[in-house]
């Protein structure tokens, strides 16, 4: 049985697994379901060393993804879309959503769900000190990628505390 803190982590003390590469898989709580994608990690465990060495505590991190019907605070930063096959219409699930944000590669960021949607939420930024700052706009692409294909959209814009609507995206080569 885990070790659970009302930070989310859990901590299991009775594995006895050989060393080796494993996947972890994670189902949201049932009150949590609608929020949040299944997610997995895969990770390379460890044997636990023998006395007098140092412990590795084997940590594995994995992320709950919002899925597209989380519900988000009005004045969160938001971009929705809709990814399907360009050849039938049908969405594409699980898709891995990477985001390039101000130039900057931020890595993995989202999943599709199973009718095809997501949603990508802006870190916050710190407020302006000045009276006359703006409202920053990040500027932005997605790179989604499906087993044997890649697709990158063209860089888009939002401003902070708005939601911007990629509508339907078609994906070329499906």
Same mark, same amino acid.
């Given at each position: 049985?885990?070790?659970?803190?009302?930070?989310?982590?859990?901590?299991?003390?009775?594995?006895?697994?050989?060393?080796?590469?494993?996947?972890?898989?994670?189902?949201?709580?049932?009150?949590?379901?609608? &929020?949040? *994608?299944?997610?997995? #990690?895969?990770? @390379?465990?460890?044997?636990? =060393?023998?006395? /007098? !060495?140092?412990?590795? &505590?084997? *940590?594995?991190?994995? #992320?709950?993804? @919002?899925?597209?019907?989380? =519900?988000?605070? /009005? !004045?969160?930063?938001?971009?929705?879309?809709?990814?399907?096959?360009?050849?039938?219409?049908?969405?594409?699930?699980?898709?891995?959503?990477?985001?390039?944000?101000?130039?900057?590669?931020?890595?993995?960021?989202?999943?599709?769900?199973?009718?095809?949607?997501?949603?990508?939420?802006?870190?916050?930024?710190?407020?302006?000190?000045?009276?006359?700052?703006?409202?920053?706009?990040?500027?932005?692409?997605?790179?989604?990628?499906?087993?044997?294909?890649?697709?990158?959209?063209?860089?888009?814009?939002?401003?902070?505390?708005?939601?911007?609507?990629?509508?339907?995206?078609?994906?070329?080569?499906?």
């Amino acid at each position: 049985m885990p070790i659970v803190a009302r930070s989310g982590v859990y901590c299991f003390l009775d594995l006895n697994l050989a060393a080796g590469n494993y996947t972890v898989q994670v189902e949201p709580s049932k009150n949590d379901r609608s &929020r949040y *994608l299944d997610a997995e #990690q895969e990770f @390379p465990l460890v044997p636990v =060393p023998t006395a /007098a !060495q140092p412990l590795n &505590r084997n *940590l594995v991190t994995v #992320q709950l993804l @919002p899925k597209s019907s989380y =519900p988000f605070d /009005a !004045q969160a930063t938001l971009a929705r879309g809709r990814l399907i096959k360009a050849s039938d219409k049908t969405p594409i699930e699980n898709a891995q959503i990477f985001l390039t944000l101000d130039t900057v590669d931020k890595g993995l960021w989202q999943r599709t769900d199973e009718s095809g949607q997501f949603v990508i939420f802006f870190p916050r930024t710190e407020p302006g000190t000045e009276a006359a700052d703006t409202l920053k706009e990040f500027k932005f692409t997605l790179r989604f990628e499906i087993p044997g294909h890649s697709h990158t959209t063209s860089e888009q814009t939002v401003k902070e505390g708005t939601t911007n609507s990629l509508s339907t995206i078609e994906f070329p080569g499906t």
